[in-house]
């Protein structure tokens, strides 16, 4: 018997899919062997358990049913299809008619954001309170425009913007009223975040996943295409290897990065996450903290990911002037996504200046906080006057990091929840 569990999970997959102009309900368009919803249902069931109700469009509840099925495995006794409404909003209030009981936090996920991380939907679940609701977003990054009759007519700020993702997550009690009170008014809503904060409810956000993305557009649906792909190249983690009963082959892998930086650049020095006031700055594309990129380099390589400047080069503007600890979150994030944790990292810098010693534990605290508490180890030296680094010219950095594929901790495998 499976424990009733507190949280549930509104899947929604009765959209039409129009943009998408794919002949077909959205969430049954086939990315590769598997429809938007099976991948979405995959990420779902992945996640801590939880109740599952699909919203299906009408005379589709069959083909739900069998995706339903498929995802959940022994877990299919929290799942169920309900019949969605004309609108978003009615989809939404046929799932909540659904709740168990035993249910006190709702979230409500888009089927067509089909490859969510679990650890997204797990994160969105923990972080809602008795009185607030929780959305995962991402900072806007490209620059906005305001237009009037196809003439700009304003610049948009958008440091006060975000962009929203699913799942959101809500204390069921204040959503229901929410819903409630829309129906009442006769008001309709897009975004169960902005129904819920019209009645009063709070709402915060978390930090989202690039790999929640909306499948809403033929260029959508190809993105997935290719990050699927891409995922399907690499080896298969050591606890999926398990369970499908496959010898297990996985093992730590080691990276190594280098980076080198010229002094000349403008402001203070950054190096090894810290700001360095009165010292000369390095100069770069962001901050020129050849530390954190030269670690960046080492974990990306050890998880066959590509190197720095394919995730965090020129051609990415959103990047210029970011500090250590963005690039290393990131980096994280990437990690987890190929599914891989980080082991450790351990880095060298050759320079006479900044003198290191007295700040190195602040520095290994911050970027070891950057990378999810993983050790960090930082050392530095000099070059005995050879070179450019011994000249003053600049600095250059060797780092070594390990990389555990998922389960494979302390040389044993964990099975996946």
């Known amino acids: 018997m499976l424990p009733v569990p507190d949280t549930a999970i509104i899947v929604v997959a009765a ?10 309900p959205k969430a049954f368009v086939g990315i590769d062997s598997r429809s938007i919803l099976r991948h979405a249902l995959d990420g779902v069931f992945a996640a801590a358990p939880a109740q599952v109700i699909v919203v299906a469009p009408a005379g589709f509840e069959g083909d739900a049913e069998t995706e339903l099925r498929e995802a959940a495995g022994e877990r299919i006794d929290l799942g169920r299809v309900v019949t969605g409404g004309e609108t978003r909003q009615l989809s939404v209030s046929a799932g909540l008619a659904a709740l168990w009981g035993d249910v006190t936090t709702v979230l409500v996920h888009d089927a067509a954001r089909a490859l969510t991380p679990p650890a997204q939907i797990d994160a969105v679940a923990r972080a809602v309170l008795a009185d607030a609701g929780v959305i995962p977003a991402l900072p806007v990054v490209d620059t906005l425009k305001r237009v009037d009759d196809g003439v700009i007519i304003a610049a948009v700020d958008r440091s006060e ?5 699913t799942p959101q997550g809500f204390p069921r009690g204040p959503m229901e009223a929410a819903y409630a009170a829309a129906s009442d008014a006769g008001v309709e809503y897009t975004d169960d975040a ?11 956000h978390i930090e989202g996943s690039e790999r929640a993305f909306k499948i809403t557009t033929p260029g959508d649906l190809e ?23 496959l010898p297990v082959t996985a093992a730590p892998r080691v990276g190594i990065g280098t ?4 002094f000349g ?40 990911l590509g190197d720095i400047g394919e995730h965090f080069g020129t051609s990415h503007p959103e990047y210029a002037g970011a500090h250590a600890t963005v690039f290393l979150a990131r980096t994280r994030e990437l990690l ?27 520095a290994e605290q911050v970027l070891s906080a950057a990378l999810g508490g993983a050790p960090v180890s930082v050392t530095a030296t000099t070059t005995d006057g050879l070179g450019f680094p011994g000249r003053g010219e600049g600095i250059s950095v060797t780092a070594i990091a390990t990389v555990l594929p998922e389960g494979l901790t302390q040389g044993h495998v964990t099975p996946p929840r």
Do not use: K, M, Y
Request: cysteine-free; proline content about 4%.
């Open 223 to 245: 993105r997935a295409r290719h990050l699927l792909a891409d995922a399907a190249a690499r080896p298969l983690p050591a606890a999926h290897q398990a369970t499908a009963g």
């Open 336 to 362: 987890a996504e190929a599914g891989f944790a980080i082991g450790n990292v351990s880095a060298q810098f050759q320079g006479n200046r900044p003198r290191f010693s007295a700040r190195r534990t602040e």
């Open 194 to 204: 902005a129904l819920f904060a019209a009645n009063g409810g709070q709402v915060r």
């Open 161 to 165: 913007l975000a962009a929203a993702q």
């Open 259 to 262: 980076d080198v930086h010229a």
């Open 265 to 304: 650049g403008e402001g203070t020095l950054w190096l090894a996450g810290l700001e360095w006031p009165g010292e000369a700055p390095l100069s770069g594309h962001s901050d020129g903290d050849a530390v954190a990129h030269a670690i960046v380099d080492a974990l990306l390589g050890a998880a066959g």
């Open 15 to 24: 959209g039409s899919g129009t943009r998408l102009d794919a002949g077909a």
